[in-house]
């Protein structure tokens, strides 16, 4: 994959998805637990070191005045560790759980009170896992106020988002992603 210092375009990353076979087609039950006849799966792109480049390029158009950048294992994880390679800040590893030894944490990295953390994923649909990260982080005293996903579904994480305070920016949106597909 030729890389370039440009950010890529929301195009550009859609194409990106579906050259990596990220995108299918079919019948798949979502983790929001909803039907759909595409599924992303971003971690197909993040593999190849050129797409995540391009991907942690996209990104990091979005960060802005974030003092650290945050994502939830598994599928934001190399996304916020290649964008903080890019910009030079901090990052947070959110946990699924909390780990049932030592300090019991939800998260890796340290969190200064106040500190101003973008939280970034690979797909939302409803916005659910995304709440439960600012949740993570807000406890441990970050103010989250931006998200930025590689693909918004379109399916109210948008607007859930915005009812706690959070403004979300896509890399490119599913109907975007469909319309590369032709």
Not at 60 to 87: K, S, Y
Request: hydrophobic residues 45%.
């Amino acid at each position: 994959m030729v890389t370039s210092s440009e950010p890529p375009t929301s195009m550009e990353i859609a194409r990106l998805l579906l050259d990596a076979g990220a995108v299918r087609f079919g019948d798949f039950t979502l983790a929001s637990g909803q039907r759909s006849d595409v599924y992303v799966d971003v971690k197909k792109a993040w593999t190849d070191p050129g797409r995540l480049e391009r991907l942690a390029q996209g990104l990091a158009r979005h960060v802005g005045d974030a003092d650290c950048l945050a994502g939830m294992e598994l599928g934001a994880v190399p996304l916020v560790v290649a964008t903080a390679l890019v910009v030079h800040r901090p990052l947070i590893v959110i946990r699924k759980a909390a780990k049932e030894h030592g300090t019991r944490q939800r998260y890796e990295g340290e969190i200064a009170p106040g500190a101003r953390a973008l939280l970034i994923e690979d797909v939302s649909t409803t916005g659910g896992s995304a709440i439960e990260s600012i949740e993570v982080l807000r406890a441990a005293g970050a103010r989250v106020d931006r998200a930025v996903v590689v693909v918004d579904r379109e399916q109210g994480a948008r607007e859930k988002l915005a009812s706690v305070g959070v403004h979300l920016t896509a890399l490119a949106t599913l109907t975007q992603v469909r319309g590369a597909r032709a």
